[in-house]
């Protein structure tokens, strides 16, 4: 796929409170930062490199797994939507 049809968004919302977190890969994009991270209604945003989501999903993986067994909200297929 070309253009923008090879981007795609990651969505998942927590329970109480409800926030929403998203995530926009575009392997396409020109730039250096094809992997976008919002938190709740677009008030935490940040641009990402490969290497830089990489080190993220590690360190946050390890960090949490530290806080017990998983919730079971987040134990579901997240399917890649377009838009």
Same mark, same amino acid.
């Given at each position: 796929?070309?253009? $923008?049809?090879?981007?795609?968004?990651?969505?998942?919302?927590?329970?109480?409170?409800? $926030?929403? +977190? %998203?995530?926009?890969?575009?392997?396409?994009?020109?730039?250096?930062?094809? +992997?976008?991270?919002? +938190?709740?209604?677009?008030?935490?945003?940040? %641009?990402?490199?490969?290497?830089?989501?990489?080190?993220?999903?590690?360190?946050? %993986?390890?960090? +949490?797994?530290?806080?017990?067994?998983?919730?079971?909200?987040?134990?579901?297929?997240?399917?890649?939507?377009?838009?």
């Amino acid at each position: 796929m070309t253009g $923008t049809d090879g981007r795609r968004f990651y969505r998942l919302r927590t329970p109480e409170p409800v $926030t929403a +977190v %998203s995530v926009r890969v575009d392997p396409d994009r020109p730039d250096p930062y094809p +992997v976008y991270l919002a +938190v709740g209604a677009g008030r935490r945003r940040m %641009s990402l490199t490969p290497d830089e989501a990489w080190a993220l999903w590690r360190c946050l %993986s390890e960090a +949490v797994a530290t806080l017990g067994t998983p919730p079971d909200y987040i134990r579901t297929d997240i399917r890649p939507a377009r838009r």
